[in-house]
């Protein structure tokens, strides 16, 4: 392998997998993306071996993959909206609708045949119906199929709150479901739910914490492409930057296009947190960024920053260098992250 490898222990992370899906009734699995590093096929294919009836995706691109993938119910997480080129009616694909023209156009469309969640509007303010709205949406639906009443909750703070009170809000309203689906509750918040509103069905949509519940099954590996003897001052890579001492100059596999040295934008708070933020910052100006690499025991920084599919890595010559054609460790982000190769050992 002369890429960036993903290396998945399979006994335990499919021990993990099992663990976690008898811990959480009614779990429905998110497979959406890029299939949190793992790809959607081979997570539709995880879900069916777990014995799990329903899974979710994204968007519509995403539900022919997953309907030849998955035998079961695909549920879609975006909004049908009327001006999509690419939704697929089929009888096991779950609709989520939350505006009530919306519903309306639906059931013209199709008849009345389309299963579909009514989705609320939560503090998320992305999609939904807003409280006052579920009696309109109700006498919308026609012959519309509910299949249940989604929420999709905020992942900071405590949710809880929120989720008992539209618990309680689709008990008092006229939708004819028990079900509710819920995002971003932890165990113990699903558990008091449940026991406040036993007469709920609560079924948890859970794509991270399910697939990447185990880090430690899971290890990321670039190989060494090339490897140059630098000196203090001499100028390298796209940007001709000099070296800031003597050392080796590695190219590895791993890129941008493999979502090395891809960041999300971080929130700040506090002056001690700005200041670190800014230290940072002008690092990466100066082209000092800090690598996802592991090299003799420590992360070690960019010559520049990343290329498409390979990167490039100082090594000081107080370190020991690996040979072209050994493999390092590499942090990865999962949810942005593509592998040359996939390995289930």
Known sequence: MSGVE???????????????????????PVVKGNGYGFGRDLLALEATSLGLPTIAVGTYA??????????GDVMVLSPWRPFLN?????????????RVADIRELAAATGGRARVLLEGETSMARHGLDRHELAAAVAALGELTVE?????????????????????????????TTT?????LTPAELTVLRT???????????GTSLW?????????RATVLDSHQVARGERVGYRQRPMPRDGTLLVIAGGTSHGIGLEAPKATAGVVQRGKSLA??????????????????????FAEPPHMQASMVFVPATATAPAVGDSVDVAVRFTTATFDAITLR
Not at 62 to 71: D, H, I, M, N, T
Not at 148 to 166: D, Q, V
Not at 196 to 206: E, F, M, T
């Open 6 to 28: 993903l290396v998945v222990d399979s006994a335990r992370w499919r021990g993990g997998l099992e663990t976690f899906t008898a811990a959480t009734p009614g779990l429905v």
């Open 62 to 71: 995403e539900v022919p993959g997953a309907l030849e993938a998955f035998g």
């Open 86 to 98: 690419d939704v697929v009616l089929d009888e096991r694909v779950v609709h989520t609708v939350g």
């Open 148 to 176: 249940g009443f989604a929420i999709h909750l905020p992942m900071a703070g405590n949710n809880l709150a929120e989720a008992e009170s539209w618990a309680a809000v689709l008990e008092a309203s006229q939708v004819e």
């Open 180 to 184: 509710i689906y819920v995002s971003h």
């Open 196 to 206: 406040k509103r036993p007469q709920l069905d609560i079924r948890p949509r859970i």
């Open 212 to 220: 990447l519940g185990d880090l430690g099954a899971l290890s990321v």
């Open 280 to 301: 940072k910052g002008g690092l990466e100006a100066a082209g000092f960024s800090l690598s996802p690499f592991t090299i003799d025991g420590r992360q070690r920084w």
